[in-house]
């Protein structure tokens, strides 16, 4: 085993090598690069959509969304957190002039708060909806008044 492996971070961890060839790499990865899941929500008609829940205690890292609706007249499509009492819009698009055609990843960290779930809300009149949230759950997490403090 070379140098490399053998390097320690401050918490005295072994850091990751992988050797290719004569040739060995420190391996650095982020995080959401390696813990990501997605969930698809689709709709034909007005709703509410929970797409996906944290797990109890956690909350959610949105790394990336996809939507689309169809153009309805006086139709939204509204995505938020929500934990049953408090509630944070992310997106809202009206489709009453334009279908909403979207895919997002965000730069920073987008994240929730404790035990808030991410839901689509599809306005209008049958209005066909599809949505794809890119996720990682955070398991250190704030309450909501600690999160909309902190922001």
């Known amino acids: ?3 490399w492996a053998r390097l ?3 918490d ?3 850091l990751h090598t992988e050797t290719v060839g004569d040739h060995t790499h420190l391996v650095i990865e ?4 390696v813990a990501t899941q997605f969930k698809v929500a689709a709709t034909t008609s007005a709703a509410t959509t929970i797409i ?3 797990r109890p205690g956690a909350a959610l890292v949105i790394t990336d969304f996809i939507a689309n609706q169809d153009k309805v007249a006086s139709g939204d499509l509204i995505l938020r957190f929500h934990d049953g009492t408090n509630v944070e819009i992310f997106f809202k698009s009206s489709t009453a002039d334009a279908q909403v055609i979207i895919a997002h990843g965000f730069v920073g960290r987008m994240f929730g708060w ?3 779930r991410v839901e689509m809300i599809s306005a209008g009149t049958n209005p066909t909806t599809n949505v794809t949230i890119v996720y990682y759950h955070l398991p250190e997490s704030a309450t909501f008044a600690e999160w909309d403090a902190a922001r």
């Open 1 to 3: 085993m070379g140098v």
């Open 8 to 10: 320690q971070s401050g």
């Open 12 to 14: 005295k961890k072994t």
């Open 30 to 33: 982020d995080h959401a690069r």
């Open 52 to 54: 996906v829940r944290p």
């Open 114 to 116: 404790r035990d808030a």
